[in-house]
């Protein structure tokens, strides 16, 4: 079997068991919205609101992220999966990127219903020219996020106290992510400057999904080998 | 075997030699001539007036903290890429971590309260200082991944991996930081390094604060590193005893296994 098959057979089966098990749909989605609700009560001034919504929906999207990997670890861990692939010879960089792309699809999915409910609850406005911008960033930025949570997941899976352990290792390594995808989006949704603004800090969340998608294809056979 | 020399240490009960004594020594002299020198007969700043001596402390205790983290990133990379894979270099990074966690504290608190001395605030949003910070949580989330459990190998790999991506996410964060405190510059009472001049006294007081510190780094690191090999041991030899209890439970009228005891009498626990 070709890598890039395997990659993506492994990529199929996560989002088939998230499919079955419907958990991200019913619990993870739902726990981003209230999360956007939460901010509007501690928040309570429309027009700041609208100014910091691009923030705030990447917060959200953070915390979702945080539980998302969980899940798409305790499913590896549960049965011994992990391990049983592992002895089954598949590349730890077939699983990396299977996982991770895996994971990518549902951040998007999350991604864009979080700009939706902005829309909808903070009073967020796209405009024309902005799209581009927002499409490339919400792209890249699913792609990092993804790429850096399965690595770190990856790390945490298994170990005793990984409940706790993950948002200590993760939440200071997606800080760029935090700083970049915010200004993009800020100038794609004519929160902050002009959408000329935007494409550097896209271009800074695209170096970063960069780097660590080729830190996790070297180093996650290391980190999950035990 | 290479470790025999280490059990020798460990098993005397203490993990000083007559080396790391005179070390230990000159460093407490080190901090006796920096507390001279800073608090006693280097002048008072022109801007800054007394609160440059918290300087004194700060620098070097940042220096130390940088130091640490360089070698703890160096000897996690010796650890992943020598043939040996020895446990020295992973116990040297752990060791270097923590000592390093400890002296990024010490900078932060400290340079919070020059900060509110000259600058009015505790806190700035300036790159240097906020990567600082990722920095201290990042090597706090290192030192919990070192007590995940499991053996002495498996921590050992996990930490190092975990050690060379911190590299790649430091610079990451660092410069991400910069482009954003770019985009909107906030006025500041004084701008760091700025118009600081430093007399030659002080600049002498600084230099030898960062010589004491260093000193006191590697008489830190060799200290800790030892206990580490030390509890590493006793991990082994509390093993070998339970599976001997074990054994001896499993067969109740013979007299105990005698090759399960073979290790246990060699290797003296430290009490």
Known sequence: MTWRRTAWLIARRDLLVEWRSRIALNQVFPFAGIVMVMFGFAIDDT??????APGLVMLATMFALLVLVQRSFAVESEDGALDALRTAGVSSSALFWGKSLAMAVQL???EALLVLLAV???G???????VALLLATWL?????LATVGTLYGGLAAGARGRETLLPLLLLPVVAPVLIGAT???EAALGARGSVADGWPWMGLVAVFAAVFCAGGTLAFGPLIDE | MAETSTVRTV??????TPHTRVLGLVTLVGVAWLVLFGLVLSPADQNQGESVRILYLHAPAAWLAYLAFVVTAAASALFLFTKRHSLGWDRLAGASAEIGVLFMAITLVVGMLWGRLTWGVFWRWDARLTTTAFLFVTYIGYLAVRRLGGTAEQRAQRSAVLALLAVLEIPLVHFSVKLWRGLHQDATVLRPNGDVKLDNLMLFTLLSGIVTFTLMYVWLVIHRQRTLTAEDLLDDVGLELALAERRRESIPSRPPVPQAEVPITEVKVPS
Not at chain 1, 47 to 52: K, N, Q
Not at chain 1, 124 to 130: E, I, L, M, N
Not at chain 1, 140 to 144: C, F, I, L, N, Y
């Open chain 1, 140 to 144: 890249v930025t699913s792609w990092g």
């Open chain 1, 183 to 185: 200004r993009a989006v």
């Open chain 2, 11 to 16: 098993t005397g009960r203490t993990t000083s």
């Open chain 1, 120 to 122: 909808l609850l903070y």
């Open chain 1, 47 to 52: 027009s700041l609101m609208e100014r910091i």
């Open chain 1, 108 to 110: 998007a999915a999350l």
């Open chain 1, 124 to 130: 967020s406005t796209v405009r024309a020219s902005g």
